[in-house]
């Protein structure tokens, strides 16, 4: 009988090791071979499913129904630590995005560090340059171009506000208010922004001055743009910026009568104590989404693009001052592209409020062309800019100029770090032609 009972198992062992072997079909060609049972795994079973009682049909049945089936896999080893996405939700704490996770929330209240230093070196000086002709250095040396500081928040959502003081603001080296503002959201798409601000004109001056991809705006921007001033403007933002809108009204503009030296960024500690009003407005979209805060295309993106136009008029007490600019701006796969065409106009008042050498109406005419492209995403970039300025259009004379700007932006830690080489070249198109090139290096922190 024992050697009976032993060819029976032997029979029943090598019975229930073929028989799911037949049944179970071939892996798939993607699953790895540790997710199909061993033979050995197989035969343990058909042992235990001997071992039951004749009465256990049910046990048996499970049992042969489990070799049948592949073992769960084991969870792989942990793969080594790779670079943390683009998205900068995790992994390095200065991956891409970082900056503006950069917050401390106190209950309702959230803020964020406001900080720039901008060190300027110029090696090469041409001997006519000057500072008030709108030329980034007078003579070779070191210049610390912008030291500025502060917070940027926002209060549960509903109001955001900004204060930053300009620490280099002038030759002394005193101390001023770059911004002073808060915004009141009264519905998700429309803000009410009050205090000194940018003012909603042209891409480039609203572009922040860390943000561009050489180390200085356009000339012509920074001889015509009103920059910061003191007012309230309305600003709307819809569909995920498909459509934004502009509008502002403030205290009246001021500029010297040198046209390169640009208007006057006016906080007006004492109010509006010469001049009048002003108001200003931009239309402006973005139909691919948005481009970002920089000008450059750090992050090669798809093909996105950005159109606007804007004006002002100002009442002032010495000059009536009225502009207008429009602005393309593409980004694909690491190229950037931009193109402004800026209008200005000026005229004297009768009995100005201060002294003024204008004695008759002048209009001028920029017009301006930028492109660069991403070596290596968000590290190195190269860019070239063309400018054609005629500060006033009744006259030809060294004041009209063709400028050539160069040069290539290495960015390190999401733009947290970037060092940039700026080449310029500046052609008078009538009169005297001046030695007036410049050669500039600029070692930037920005947050």
């Known amino acids: 009988m024992r050697h009976l009972a032993r060819v029976a198992g032997g029979a029943a062992v090598l019975l229930a090791a073929a028989t799911p072997r037949a049944q179970e079909p071939e892996p798939a060609a993607e ?30 049945a499970r049992a042969s129904a489990q070799a049948r089936e592949p073992r769960p896999r084991e969870a792989p080893a ?17 991956s891409p995005g970082f900056r503006e996770r950069v917050r401390i929330a106190l209950g309702p209240l959230e803020i964020a560090p406001i900080a720039l230093l901008a060190l300027q070196a110029a090696p090469y000086v041409g001997d006519d340059a000057l500072g008030q002709a709108g030329d980034s250095a007078e003579r070779p040396g070191f210049r610390l171009r912008r030291v500025r500081a502060g917070l940027r928040g ?76 003191v007012g309230i403007q309305a600003e709307g933002h819809f569909q995920d910026r498909a459509f934004s809108c502009h509008a502002g009204v403030y205290n009246a ?63 002032g007490g010495a000059r009536t001052l009225y502009g207008a600019s429009a602005d393309v701006l593409v980004h694909a796969a690491g190229l950037h592209a931009l193109g402004e065409v800026l209008w200005t106009g000026a005229s004297p008042k009768a009995v100005p409020t201060q002294p003024i050498a204008q004695i008759t109406s002048i209009s001028s005419l920029a017009l301006v062309f ?48 970037k060092a940039q080489l700026e080449v310029t070249h500046r052609e008078e198109l009538g009169g005297l032609s001046l030695s007036n090139d410049v050669l500039l290096l600029q070692l930037q922190l920005s947050l």
């Not at 942990?78 to 200065?94: I, M």
């Open 253 to 315: 503009f001021q500029r010297s009568d040198q046209f390169y030296a640009g208007p006057s960024e006016s906080l007006a500690p004492l109010g509006n104590r010469f001049e009048g009003i002003a108001v200003a407005g931009r239309v402006a979209t973005e139909p691919r989404g948005p481009l970002g805060r920089a000008l450059q295309d750090v992050a090669r993106s798809p093909f996105r693009l950005g159109v606007g136009a804007d004006g002002f008029f100002s009442d």
């Open 78 to 94: 942990p793969a080594p630590a790779s670079p943390a996405p683009a998205s900068g939700d995790r992994g390095d704490l200065l």
């Open 370 to 417: 930028e492109a660069g492209y991403m070596l290596i995403a968000r590290k190195l970039g190269v860019s070239g800019r063309v400018e054609w300025i005629d500060p006033n259009l009744d006259i030809d004379d060294e004041g009209d100029n063709l400028v050539l700007t160069g040069g290539a932006s290495y960015h390190a830690y999401d733009d947290l770090v």
């Open 154 to 229: 926002d209060v549960a959502g509903l109001v955001r506000f900004a204060i930053s003081t300009e620490l280099a603001g002038d030759d002394e080296g005193t101390a001023r208010i770059h911004e002073a503002w808060a915004g009141i959201t009264a519905a998700r798409a429309i803000e009410v922004i009050a205090g000194a601000r940018t003012v909603p004109f042209s891409r480039s001056a609203m572009t922040g001055a860390g943000d561009g991809a050489l180390a200085e705006r356009p000339l012509a921007v920074r001889a015509i743009a009103p920059f910061t001033q």
């Open 31 to 60: 699953e790895p071979a540790a997710a199909v049972a061993s033979p050995g795994d197989a035969q343990a079973e058909a042992v235990e499913a001997a071992a039951e009682p004749e009465g256990a049909a049910a046990p048996a």
